[in-house]
């Protein structure tokens, strides 16, 4: 060790003032909060797959109406394309988003939802949670990462 360098149990104090940032932050485009999430609520957050999908879809963009991300999820999960989505499957897919997986993200901080415009956004520990998703890469789901990372609705608008 150089006489320049932190010693090692203020490595991880000293990476993290130097400016660099993980590819979620980047994503989000939002700082990671001071508070880590511990890895019991980051498992309650991504337990059920359309949760996973909700958080994936944070990667693509940083808000969704819950409109039109029952839309998404329905099509990523029959795969199908978003214009092609019957009127029961998405409505099945938004009182599920409605009642059940967004409070529950709400709880664990991973999304803001406000009730007046149906919005969700990234919230504090929403970094994490990506993160963790990214970092079991394609054990938990190679279908689900692979609609988030693809072009799979977008070509059903061009």
Known sequence: MTGNEPPPDEWENHSSQSGEESAA????????????????????????????Y????LAEETEWSLDDLA???????????EANIATLTYQEMYTSLYHSHVPKL????VIEYDDETETITPGPHAVQVLAALEGAGGSLDT??????RSEFDREDTQ
């Open 25 to 52: 932050e980047r994503d989000l485009d939002i700082d990671v909060s001071e508070v880590v999430l511990e890895l019991q609520p980051v498992f309650e957050a991504i337990g059920h797959p359309r949760r996973r």
């Open 54 to 57: 909700l958080v994936y879809t």
């Open 71 to 81: 839309t998404k999820l329905a099509a990523w999960e029959t795969d199908t394309k």
């Open 106 to 109: 709400v709880d664990l901080d």
């Open 143 to 148: 279908r689900q990462e692979a609609h988030a």
